[in-house]
Antibody, heavy 118, light 107 residues
Framework: QVQLQESGPGLVKPSETLSLTCSVS????????WSWVRQPPGKGLDWIGY???????KYIPSLKSRATMSVDTSKNQLSLRLNSVTAADTAVYYC????????????WGQGTMVTVSA | DIQMTQSPSSVSASVGDRVTITCRAT??????LAWYQQKPGKAPKLLFY???SLQSGVPSRFSGSGSGTEFTLTINSLQPEDFATYYC?????????FGQGTKVEVK
């Protein structure tokens, strides 16, 4: 059974860099697409982008190059770095596996809350 | 960007009721639409992919339909565990986008 587990700092200061990790168990990272989706408190789901283990990636334009995703196949982990954070980046961050056969996100992590505050 | 608009934003219903949620896209997305269910404090759960294909393990009282720009999610005979928020999501055109969500509440 495939499981995803996000981990992160919980609290980040404004203008600093947010770094999150998603550990994947039960299946190798390749050959899937992986995404990060965030959810501000009390609001809906916001798609951040996707990363393919071969190096292809796409990010939502509104993040203006602040976001970088990567994978470490040796550790079966994916990562998200978000630079120059502001209070608007406060959210629960989910990692999710995009199943190319279903063309949908079939596996999600439980999410990790990140608060941006001084 | 393709905007996904769900209606209603919330619906009050009772156990046994039939609930229908609509999702409209601002442009043709063929059948590249998924539906997710999210309960408070939990991750979203995939219900449907390709607009109408039921994900394994999802009860058959759920049904999905539509193509192009208009899609529906129907819950027949609402059960207590179905009270949740439902999201549609398109994966036709980058950036992939979610609807704003529809909360199914207890009447």
């Amino acid at each position: 059974q495939v499981q995803l587990q996000e981990s992160g700092p919980g609290l980040v200061k404004p203008s600093e860099t947010l770094s999150l990790t998603c550990s994947v168990s039960g299946d190798p990272i390749s050959p899937y697409y992986w995404s990060w989706v965030r959810q501000p408190p009390g609001k809906g789901l916001d798609w951040i982008g996707y990363f393919y283990y071969g190096g292809r990636s796409k990010y939502i334009p509104s993040l203006k190059s602040r976001a970088t995703m990567s994978v470490d196949t040796s550790k079966n982990q994916l990562s998200l770095r978000l630079n120059s954070v502001t209070a608007a980046d406060t959210a629960v961050y989910y990692c999710a596996r995009f199943n190319q056969r279903l063309y949908a996100y079939d596996i999600w992590g439980q999410g990790t809350m990140v608060t941006v505050s001084a | 960007d393709i905007q996904m608009t769900q209606s209603p934003s919330s619906v009050s219903a009772s156990v046994g009721d039939r609930v229908t949620i609509t999702c409209r896209a601002t442009q043709d997305i063929s059948s590249w639409l998924a539906w997710y269910q999210q309960k408070p404090g939990k991750a979203p759960k995939l219900l449907f992919y390709a607009a109408s294909s039921l994900q394994s393990g999802v009860p058959s009282r759920f049904s999905g339909s539509g193509s192009g720009t208009e899609f529906t999610l129907t819950i027949n005979s609402l059960q207590p565990e179905d009270f949740a928020t439902y999201y549609c999501q398109q994966a036709d055109t980058f950036p992939w986008t979610f609807g704003q969500g529809t909360k199914v509440e207890v009447k």
